[in-house]
């Protein structure tokens, strides 16, 4: 069974960083897309950016710029370097690994969710 685990979340000032790792554990052959959602109160989960087997990237315009996602294949990681952190950046964070590839055939998954709260 794979399971991503989120960590690296918590409190921090606006202005500060945070760096959010997710690694996949179980017996995994690929990863093709990773990515990193995020859902705050009230509102619905939403991409925030994602990356692919070939190193492309896209983000949220909300976060360009400020934030990077970069991926260790070899490790089934992906990470999250969030700069510049704003109060609206406040949810939990998600990560989603998609068409995994196992000796039971291809799925997707999705993380428990870390909690980045950006506050004074």
């Known amino acids: 069974q794979v399971q991503p685990a989120e960590s690296g979340g918590g409190l921090v000032q606006p202005g500060g960083s945070l760096r959010l790792p997710c690694a996949a554990s179980?017996?995994?052959?690929?990863?093709?897309?990773m990515g990193w959602h995020r859902q705050a109160p009230g509102k619905s989960r939403e991409l925030v950016a994602a990356?692919?087997?070939?190193?492309?990237?896209n983000y949220a315009d909300s976060v360009k710029g400020r934030f990077t996602i970069s991926r260790d294949s070899a490790k089934n990681t992906v990470y999250l370097q969030m700069n510049s952190l704003k109060p609206e950046d406040t949810a939990v964070y998600y990560c989603?690994?998609?068409?995994?590839?196992?000796?039971?055939?291809?799925?997707?998954?999705w993380g428990q969710g870390t909690q980045v709260t950006v506050s004074s």
């Open positions: 989603n690994f998609k068409e995994v590839q196992t000796p039971r055939g291809i799925g997707d998954y």
């Open positions: 179980g017996s995994i052959f690929s990863i093709n897309d």
């Open positions: 990356i692919s087997r070939g190193g492309n990237r």
